[in-house]
């Protein structure tokens, strides 16, 4: 166990629709990481941010939006949703020191399903 | 930008034998950490081994070690006496030291220990 928590760990819905992603980082952790794992895209570094405020961004869709709480937790909103959103979606977070020399540890994941 | 290549999508061993994973990639930076990510069936991302490129010393932990080469830009991961639950997806990682701390991942290869 990482000590990083995702909800829900399934999620279907169908095309058009909008969805929220939940990620609880490990205690301490200031930094969460999202990526996108896909079969034809692989493993894709979404967005991070760092307490609470956006440090970087990677291949992430306009559709797609995140935000970082005061108590640390971050959500992924996903909206108009296509079939090729399908993925699993993981959560990462890490220390991140002014060394930024931490590494990720990740969660478990949540399986999205676009139908 | 940075990328990591693993290019034998699919590994086969024998219980107790000795198995070397492949890693190469390509960065202009001097400073950066690289990584295997273990991924079993239950799709948990579980961190394997970390190398700083700093370090001239391969590191190792416990049946896993490296072999970091830093001007060929090689990370090879070698598992020792295999067994049958490090059969999984493993992933080859690098991530700068600076504020842009994403992971840029490899395509990942499946090993798979036979009994």
């Known amino acids: 166990d990482s000590g990083v928590t995702q909800t829900p760990k399934h999620l279907i819905t169908a095309t058009g629709q909008r969805v929220t992603l939940r990620c609880s980082p490990r205690s301490g952790d200031l930094s969460v990481y999202w990526y996108q794992q896909s079969l034809d895209q692989g493993l894709q570094f979404l967005i991070q941010y760092y307490n609470g405020e956006e440090r970087a961004k990677g291949n992430i869709l306009e559709r797609f939006s995140a935000q970082q709480f005061p108590d640390l937790h971050s959500e992924l909103n996903l909206s108009s949703l296509e079939l090729g959103d399908s993925a699993l979606y993981f959560c990462?977070?890490?220390?991140?020191?002014?060394?930024?020399?931490?590494?990720?540890?990740f969660g478990p994941g949540t399986r999205l399903t676009v139908l | 930008a940075q990328t990591v290549t693993q290019s034998q999508p699919e590994m086969s061993v024998q219980e107790a034998e000795t198995v070397t994973l492949s890693c190469t990639y390509d960065t202009s930076e001097n400073n950066y950490y690289l990584f295997w990510y273990k991924q079993p069936p239950s799709r948990q991302m579980i961190l394997v081994i970390r190398?700083?490129?700093?370090?001239?010393q391969n590191a190792t932990e416990n049946r896993f070690s490296v072999n970091f080469q830093k001007a060929a830009k090689s990370f090879s991961l070698k598992i020792s006496d295999s067994q049958l639950g490090d059969t999984a997806m493993y992933f080859c990682?690098?991530?700068?030291?600076?504020?842009?701390?994403?992971?840029?991942f490899g395509k990942g290869i499946t090993l798979s220990v036979r009994p």
């Open positions: 190398q700083e490129a700093y370090k001239q």
């Open positions: 990462a977070s890490s220390e991140d020191t002014l060394l930024w020399t931490d590494t990720q540890y």
């Open positions: 990682a690098l991530r700068y030291t600076g504020a842009n701390s994403k992971l840029t």
